[in-house]
Nanobody, 114 residues
């Protein structure tokens, strides 16, 4: 069973940066498209970025140009570099396969506030 552990969140001022990490167990990791999702209070969970097995990426328009997703297959880890953060980026961030088929991890809280 694949387990996902997210880390790297925190409190940051608008315009700041954070780098999230997601460690995944399981040797099938490198064959899968992996995504970062987020869920803000009172809202549904949404997909914000995907990195495919070959390394290509896609982004939601709300984060395009500010967020960068990457993966290290040797470490079974997916990253999300978040720059120029805005208050509306405040959410709990999760990683999962795209589409999500694994159990959700605990997520990591990102709060953007002055």
């Amino acid at each position: 069973q694949v387990q996902l552990v997210e880390s790297g969140g925190g409190l940051v001022q608008p315009g700041g940066s954070l780098r999230l990490s997601c460690a995944a167990s399981g040797s099938i990791f490198r064959f899968n498209a992996m995504g970062w999702y987020r869920q803000a209070p009172g809202k549904q969970r949404e997909l914000v970025a995907t990195v495919y097995s070959g390394g290509s990426t896609s982004y939601d328009d709300s984060v395009k140009g500010r967020f960068t997703i990457s993966r290290d297959n040797a470490k079974n880890t997916v990253y999300l570099q978040m720059n120029s953060l805005k208050p509306e980026d405040t959410a709990v961030y999760y990683c999962n396969r795209n589409p999500p088929i694994y159990g959700w991890g605990q997520g990591t809280q990102v709060t953007v506030s002055s």
